[in-house]
């Protein structure tokens, strides 16, 4: 849900009341995950140094994460920072963006109301269960569920009734018809079958995504509906599914890289990494393309966001590369295309993500992901010097002196480490995948405060804080929600039909590979990537697995794949994101992306069909 520009901003009691609650939660939140740094820390101090390992501290680091899950998911509802597709809102009139806004705010609180009892059940269920380590009782990590729903349940509601009162009563209205449109075909519904899935999976959800309804309760309203109107299955299973969807260990690492990214631009990290690539080959043809495409590679092995690399690269940039003459149109293909290029760069989230839903090691996928990215790095390096090649406007520049690219490089060190000392943790065994993130932010704090003086500041620690957990939250609740979604759709028997027909695919694992780039493709662009990746990887990893394709091999087609159609125009969303980072109107370069993108398919089929670089240095 993005902000509603039409809501009434008068200071209503109601306003006032969804204010106070907005930053009670975000005081929460913040203090979840400065509480969730600490423990993850102590812990690898604790073993690590001083080889005295805590028992507890992993599972009241789960318990914790669940809280910070849905205490970022609720606040995610009041920023209105969830996921959703507004391609298509934003081709209609400016009264019927309202009446979306308002559609979209009503569905939301109609999950949240329809879940508030089975979560409240849920709970009474897990008190029965004991932490082996802590010996807690289970209700301990099950009210932060409960909770979470409502304090977006309540939020939803004071929002929605700060909306025009006829939109307020067309949408009730609209809702209304639907759900008794449902519970009239019920019976038919039923007798159809498998093929009822069409109605909810592919009508429902379809239609909802397009009206611009958050990605994650779009999935969630239409597994909700699907198992209401078909099935006797209570809504307390879907509770349990998007807890066990939310709280795998390894999506731990989700918040604290989002934190880490935060800290590495905040002080200032990013910034003379790229000043150091500036100075060295600044000066070549194209070569303020090449400082893009390495400062990319570089902060994507840091952050982990893709939004926030190209943030933390974009401002620094563009106003020397526009000084030298590149076309907007140019400079936004070719952020967005890095963007793409650098999907499978350690600590990528989709990659944690990815590992959560289908076991894959993390460690794995981590050392795997680099050498496909270089791969397509390379590929964009050709296009990017074709192009400068025929730009008759850019103006030469003069080699940067010995001296400016020593004093850049010295300067640059400390923060040129960084993704070093991230993957030796790892390799070394200090911390494993999902810890390590808490050395970096270690490391950047250390480094911001004390070399780079100046970058952090005490007034933006808790904004910080704020936009890791909203961040964090509506990750993780997109990835319950499809948890909960696919959980229905195997129950269904669509995974086993599924499988069935992707095997029986023309050309065996050329034809499965093939059918899956394009899949993915259209599903990165449409859902966003973490949300297709949680839904259908689950799915089609087995069957990779059955066609004898390594599984990490697979998950870097998957990824790139994925990346290619959140990156690519009309539909995909990094790409907007992108002309918003760079200040650079979507129209300037819708023509000149398809090169790019063109490119990067080429090499995405190299990649494919030579596993070596995948799965070499495994």
Aim: glycine share 8%.
């Amino acid at each position: 849900m993005a902000e509603d520009s039409t809501l009434v901003l008068s200071d209503s009691p109601g306003l006032i009341l969804e204010r106070r609650l907005q930053r009670g939660t975000e005081i929460l939140a913040a203090v979840a995950v400065v509480a969730e740094v600490v423990i993850l820390f102590v812990g690898i101090l604790a073993r690590a140094v001083f080889n005295r390992p805590i028992i507890w501290s992993d599972e009241l680091a789960s318990i914790l994460f669940l809280w910070l899950a849905m205490l970022g998911s609720a606040l995610a509802v009041q920023r209105g920072s969830h996921m959703r597709l507004t391609f298509f809102v934003s081709m209609v009139s400016t009264r019927a963006q309202r009446w979306a806004q308002t559609l979209a705010v009503g569905t939301t609180a109609v999950f949240l109301g329809l879940v508030l009892h089975p979560a409240f059940e849920y709970l009474q269920d897990q008190a029965f269960v004991e932490t082996p380590a802590l010996g807690w009782s289970g209700s301990v990590r099950a009210l932060a569920i409960l909770f979470g729903f409502v304090v977006a349940f309540a939020s939803c509601l004071l929002r929605f009734v700060r909306h025009e009162r006829r939109d307020m009563l067309s949408v009730i209205a609209v809702m209304a018809l639907v759900a008794g449109a449902f519970y009239v075909a019920a019976p038919g519904l039923t007798a159809m079958g498998q093929s009822s899935l069409l109605v909810f999976f592919i009508g429902l959800l379809g239609v909802a995504v397009m009206a611009g309804v958050p990605i994650a309760f779009a999935f969630s309203l239409a597994t909700a509906a699907y198992l209401l109107t078909t099935t006797s299955t209570p809504l307390t299973i879907v509770v349990g599914r998007m807890d066990e969807g939310m709280s795998t260990l390894i999506l731990l690492a989700v918040p604290m890289f989002v934190l880490l990214g935060q800290l590495v631009h905040s002080a200032g990290l990013a910034r003379v990494m790229v000043e150091f690539l500036a100075s060295l080959i600044g000066h070549v043809r194209a070569g303020m393309s090449y400082v893009l495409l390495g400062a990319m590679l570089l902060v994507s092995g840091i952050s982990g966001s893709k939004t926030a690399d190209m943030a933390a690269v974009a401002p620094v940039l563009f106003p020397e590369m526009r000084k030298r003459g590149m076309k907007d149109g140019e400079l936004v293909s070719l952020l967005a295309a890095s963007g793409a290029m650098s999907e499978t760069i350690p600590p990528s989230i989709v990659l944690i993500a990815i590992a959560s839903v289908t076991g894959i090691s993390i460690a794995a996928l981590f050392t795997a992901g680099i050498l496909p990215a270089i791969v397509l790095a390379v590929v964009l390096r050709f296009v990017a010097r074709w192009r400068a090649g025929r730009d008759a406007s850019a103006t030469p520049v003069a080699r940067a002196p010995f001296s400016l690219v020593r004093k850049t490089f010295l300067i640059a060190l400390p923060a040129l480490l960084l993704p070093f000392v991230i993957r030796s943790a790892v390799v070394e065994g200090i911390a494993t995948a999902t810890e390590v993130s808490t050395i970096g932010i270690a490391y950047a704090l250390v480094v911001g405060l004390l070399i780079y003086r100046g970058g952090l500041r005490w007034k933006s620690v808790m904004p910080m804080l704020v936009q890791t957990a909203s961040l964090s939250g509506a990750i993780l609740f997109i990835v319950g929600a499809a948890s909960a979604m696919g959980w229905a759709l195997t129950q269904s028997g669509f995974s086993h039909d599924l499988a069935v027909m992707m095997a029986a695919v023309p050309g065996g694992a050329t034809g499965f590979l093939l059918i899956s780039i394009v899949a993915f493709i259209v599903l990165g662009s449409v859902l966003e990537g973490i949300p297709a990746i949680v839904l259908f990887g689950p799915l089609l990893f087995p069957i990779a697995h059955q066609l004898g394709i390594h599984e990490v091999h697979y998950a870097m087609i998957v990824i790139l794949a994925m990346g290619l159609g959140l990156f690519a125009p009309p539909f995909g969303l990094c790409y907007y994101a992108a002309c918003i980072i760079g200040e650079v109107s979507p129209e300037a370069g819708m023509k000149r992306i398809w090169l790019y993108l063109g490119m990067l398919l080429l090499g995405l089929v190299a990649i494919t069909f030579i596993p070596w670089i995948s799965v070499g240095f495994l």
